[in-house]
């Protein structure tokens, strides 16, 4: 969310609150206004971030007195406080001006009023309704908010201060693009207390200290750390991935899709069998019952929405397991996408039914037979395409990983795991387990939880052949922090930053890295990690399939098994994420079977 300072005047003032890296800076330029802006005050405001745009507040001034002013300031936008009309609006916008405009909203307001304005405004903004134009420091009732319909992102404004931060994170409307701060930060008119603008900035910006920060990280992870020729691909996605899968039509689309051709919300199982093993509530949420087989069906339609929003007209993809791959090619079939899928050769032979599968829906597969020819090849072949394909390729990231935004986004659509958990469960579960590779199963499935500190979070690794061994994938138990794939995380390397080839059955946790969202709930100590190995997982895969009548993935079962290491109380209520159906690992599991 953005933040806009408004009614700044003194260019002593303006340097300092400037160094608060609001994103908007708003000046007044009407007379009548205790703010009105000081004559060549923007002149003397030397020290103004550069990055902080400059908006103009006129309230039915002349269009060649908005004109002048603009060019005089170099102001990056306009914003439209009085009663000025859509033609007026039109006149600005043909002019070259960005445009806000603002409505003064009440019970009584007309919301169909603003159609006609949208083909001339970058913004709106909603002030409460007084006689005068603005500046009462009064609020509207938020909740009138809830009848605004229109895609065009709003500021929200009136009466806003320090303790409305928190109510304000939890307003749930995707048009919500800034806030509007004014009065309620002053010491007198016009100049503001530095130290409460920062506190409002801080605590608006940082809707949870296990999120990502405007910079990429989280925490000391995360981050683009990308070649040059990878630069604009990557600008162009930060910049435009927020503002499209939080528009009405996106989302729209989107939801729709989840519902009726993936099959969600999906169920969240309790399972009587289980629980009466283990003496404890034990509930299975059944992401292999997604179109599909998995939850990378989640993530690869969202992208696929983003990426036509953004008119790219060839995808490319990684996988290991095989399910995030054809849940791209599933995706580009239906929406007419060429569809490309790097997989490592070795994960090809492993992983044959979904090879198959993959070709079937219209994809070509590049088998990678570079370095240990599983997931992480396959990732450095993908990045290659993009570098030398950036008009009209999207890259389909399948996790958490990666420069950002990928991680966020890939986060936010798979977070509809938790969101359903929190609708379909009455009390909150005292432990979601679920297993990790890249992770966006797990960020899925612990997303909506990650500020309810009643709920223990556990992330469970690939031990492969033990940790005590060099056949691992154990990332947080074995890493240290490095750069992999574009981003700062933990990384399986020797002392002088060689990577370590990792070692799963699971070719879906086969990855000698991790998310920075994990690496950073690792070091803060929100998410408990763990591993279990190869045998452990196959165990587990087994147990589950006799007392259940399902048939896990193995990437599924490292989660199941760890169960076996719980000390769980008869008041203990689990929630194990089966992020995946265990066809394309039949051929493993068979040669396990105990007669």
């Known amino acids: ?63 060649s007195e908005v004109l002048e002013i603009v060019q005089e300031y170099n102001l990056n936008f306009v914003q439209l406080h009085g009663n000025e009309s859509v033609d007026y609006a039109k006149k600005l916008y043909n002019a070259g001006v960005n445009l806000i405009k603002a409505f003064q909203v009440n019970k009584n307001f007309d919301w169909d009023k ?21 500046g009462s420091g009064l609020k509207f009732n938020w909740e009138l908010l809830r009848n605004y319909k229109e895609e065009i992102p709003f500021f929200l404004s009136g009466g806003i201060e320090i303790d409305d931060a928190e109510m304000i994170k939890e307003i749930d409307l995707p048009q919500l693009f800034a806030i509007d701060i004014n009065s309620k930060f002053e010491t007198e008119p016009g100049v503001k207390n530095e130290e409460l603008v920062n506190k409002m900035i801080n605590t608006i910006r ?36 927020e503002e499209i899968i939080q528009s009405d039509s996106f989302q729209e689309e989107l939801q729709a899709l989840l519902k009726d051709y993936v099959g969600r919300p999906t169920p969240l199982y309790y399972s009587k069998r289980l629980s009466d093993h283990y003496k404890a509530d034990i509930y299975l949420k059944r992401e292999d019952l997604c179109h599909t087989g998995a939850h990378k069906i989640n993530n690869a339609l969202g992208q696929i929405l983003l990426a036509k929003k953004r008119n790219k007209k060839r995808i490319i993809a990684e996988t290991g397991a095989g399910q ?15 569809c490309v899928v790097y997989m490592g050769a070795k994960d090809i032979k492993r992983q044959a039914p979904n090879v198959a599968r993959m070709k079937m829906l219209g ?41 950002h935004p990928y991680p966020d986004m890939v986060a936010k659509f798979q977070a509809v795991i ?16 679920a297993c990790i590779g890249g992770g966006s199963n797990a960020i899925g499935a612990f997303y909506h939880f990650l500020e309810d500190e009643d709920v223990e979070l556990i992330g469970i690794e690939a031990g492969g052949m033990g940790i005590d061994t060099p056949e691992t994938a154990a990332t947080l138990a074995l890493g240290s922090q490095g750069v992999l794939h574009a981003c700062m995380t933990t990384v399986l390397q020797t002392e002088d930053g060689q990577v370590i080839e990792p070692h799963s059955i699971s070719a879906g946790l086969d ?61 203990d209520r689990i929630i194990i994420n089966l992020s995946g159906r265990g066809d394309k690992d039949l051929e493993t599991l068979t040669k396990t079977i105990k007669e």
């Open 1 to 63: 969310m953005k933040i806009k300072v408004c009614g700044m005047k003194h260019p002593e003032n303006i340097n300092a609150v400037s160094q608060c890296e609001p994103d908007f800076m708003g000046f007044i330029f009407y007379k009548k206004s205790p703010r009105y802006v000081l004559d060549k005050t923007l002149v003397f405001a030397k020290e103004m971030n550069p990055n902080t745009k400059t908006v103009g507040v006129f309230v039915n001034s002349p269009i």
């Open 114 to 134: 603003i159609k006609d304005y949208k083909p001339f405004v970058n913004y709106l903004l909603f002030d409460t309704a007084t006689k005068s134009y603005g």
């Open 206 to 241: 940082m809707k949870s200290k296990y999120q990502v920060n405007d910079k990429g990280f989280y925490g000391e992870y995360g981050g683009a750390f990308i070649p040059e020729m990878l630069y604009p691909n990557i600008k162009e996605l930060q910049e435009s991935y």
């Open 324 to 338: 995030h791959g054809v849940a791209t090619a599933t995706a580009c079939a239906l929406m007419g996408l060429e």
């Open 363 to 403: 994809a070509s597969i590049v088998p990678v037979t570079s370095g240990s020819q599983t997931l992480k090849d396959a990732t450095n072949e993908a990045i290659r395409d993009w570098i030398n394909n950036p008009t009209d390729t999207h890259y389909l990231i399948g996790s958490v990983v990666g420069p």
């Open 418 to 433: 938790s969101k359903e958990i929190k609708n379909q469960i009455k009390e909150n579960p005292t432990h979601i387990i």
């Open 511 to 571: 990855y000698p890295g991790i998310g920075p969202q994990h690496a950073h709930l690792h070091k803060t100590k929100r998410v408990k990690y763990s591993n279990i190995t190869d045998q452990e997982a196959l165990d587990a895969a087994h147990f589950l399939s006799h007392m259940e009548g399902i048939i896990p993935a193995l990437e599924s079962s490292h989660a199941l098994a760890y169960l076996e290491k719980m000390e769980i109380k008869p008041t």
